[in-house]
């Protein structure tokens, strides 16, 4: 029963939409929309704009399609970049995690200086990567 009426209702809109909107203001102030005129006070006719032209199918490759079509190739190019750098970093990161859980004696350069990690940074650095790792890389 209820998709019956919710057809007719859907059916029937257009019918509904063509019909007069009046546009009034009562005692109080307040502008009022309606289909119906109010009894005793002065109503206008709002116009209720027809439906857009359509215009006619543009040649792929021109006006505005061409330019979506130039717009969407840009976007897929920057997407596929992106992409390649992350796949890269994901490389790098999973190395770097390699590294870091297999050799327990790792050495980093500060200041010009190579620096042997102690266990407890080693550490603090696995969870860093794997961290890294889990938020950007599938």
């Not at 009022?32 to 490759?61: I, N, Y």
């Not at 859980?101 to 969870?127: H, K, S």
Request: proline share 7%; net charge neutral.
């Amino acid at each position: 029963m209820r998709t019956l009426l919710l057809t007719l209702l859907i059916g029937l809109s257009p019918w509904c939409m063509a019909g007069q909107i009046y546009k009034w203001v009562d005692t109080q102030g307040v502008t009022h929309f309606d289909a119906q005129p109010p009894q005793g006070l002065p109503a206008t006719t709002v116009q209720t704009p027809s439906s857009p032209p359509t215009k006619p199918a543009a040649m792929p490759g021109s006006g505005a399609l061409g330019d979506q079509k130039a717009i969407d190739d840009k976007v897929k190019k920057q997407v596929a970049e992106q992409q390649a750098q992350l796949k890269a970093f994901c490389e790098q990161a999973r190395t770097n995690l390699a590294q870091l859980q297999n050799n327990p004696r790792l050495r980093e350069e500060v200041e010009g200086q190579l620096r042997r990690l102690d266990d407890a940074q080693r550490q603090e650095r696995i969870v860093e990567a794997q961290k890294q790792i889990a938020q950007n890389c599938e």
